[in-house]
C-alpha cells in the first residue's frame, strides 16, 4: 500500500500527511468501506477516478476532484449514501475529513503535489 503526502503546492499548505493512494481496481473498489472515520491528515486519493459516491459509509467526506496535472477542479461534501458529480476532465479524487479543504485554503484551481512517505 502506497502512503502519500499531499500539498497544496499554490498555498503552501498540507492536506494530509497519511494519504492512501487507490491506484488499482481492489483499492478504488474498497475505497472507504469499512472505515470507521478519517482522521485529520488521512484520506484516500482514487486515480484514475471521474466519480465517487458515499453508499455504504459512514460519515461524509471532502472530496477533491483534481485533472492529470492535479490542479484542484471540483469540491464538494460527500454525504454517505450520495453520488457526486461526474467529472469528465478528472484524473483523480481525494477524500478528505471535513473542515481540511476550508483550514488547507484549498481552492478551485489550485495545484496540489502528492509524494510517497
Same mark, same amino acid.
Request: proline share 4%; hydrophobic share 40%; charged share 15%.
Given at each position: 500500500?502506497?502512503?502519500?503526502? $499531499?500539498?497544496?503546492?499554490?498555498?503552501?499548505?498540507?492536506? &494530509? =500527511?497519511?494519504?492512501?493512494?487507490?491506484?488499482?481496481?481492489?483499492? *478504488?473498489?474498497?475505497? +472507504? +468501506?469499512?472505515?470507521?472515520?478519517?482522521?485529520?491528515? %488521512?484520506?484516500?486519493?482514487? =486515480?484514475?477516478?471521474?466519480?465517487?459516491?458515499?453508499?455504504?459509509?459512514?460519515?461524509?467526506?471532502?472530496? $477533491?476532484?483534481?485533472?492529470? %496535472?492535479?490542479?484542484?477542479?471540483?469540491?464538494?461534501? +460527500?454525504?454517505?449514501? *450520495?453520488? &457526486?458529480?461526474?467529472?469528465?476532465?478528472?484524473?483523480? $479524487?481525494?477524500?478528505?475529513? +471535513?473542515? =481540511?479543504?476550508?483550514?488547507?485554503?484549498?481552492?478551485?484551481?489550485?495545484?496540489?503535489?502528492?509524494?510517497?512517505?
Amino acid at each position: 500500500m502506497t502512503i502519500l503526502h $499531499v500539498k497544496n503546492i499554490s498555498k503552501q499548505t498540507h492536506l &494530509g =500527511t497519511e494519504i492512501i493512494l487507490a491506484d488499482c481496481f481492489w483499492l *478504488r473498489l474498497k475505497g +472507504l +468501506l469499512g472505515t470507521r472515520e478519517l482522521k485529520q491528515g %488521512q484520506g484516500l486519493l482514487l =486515480t484514475p477516478c471521474k466519480i465517487v459516491h458515499g453508499f455504504g459509509m459512514r460519515f461524509p467526506v471532502e472530496a $477533491v476532484y483534481l485533472n492529470r %496535472q492535479q490542479q484542484v477542479i471540483n469540491i464538494i461534501e +460527500l454525504a454517505p449514501g *450520495r453520488c &457526486g458529480p461526474f467529472m469528465t476532465s478528472a484524473w483523480g $479524487v481525494l477524500e478528505l475529513p +471535513l473542515g =481540511t479543504v476550508s483550514h488547507s485554503c484549498t481552492e478551485i484551481g489550485d495545484f496540489l503535489q502528492s509524494t510517497r512517505t
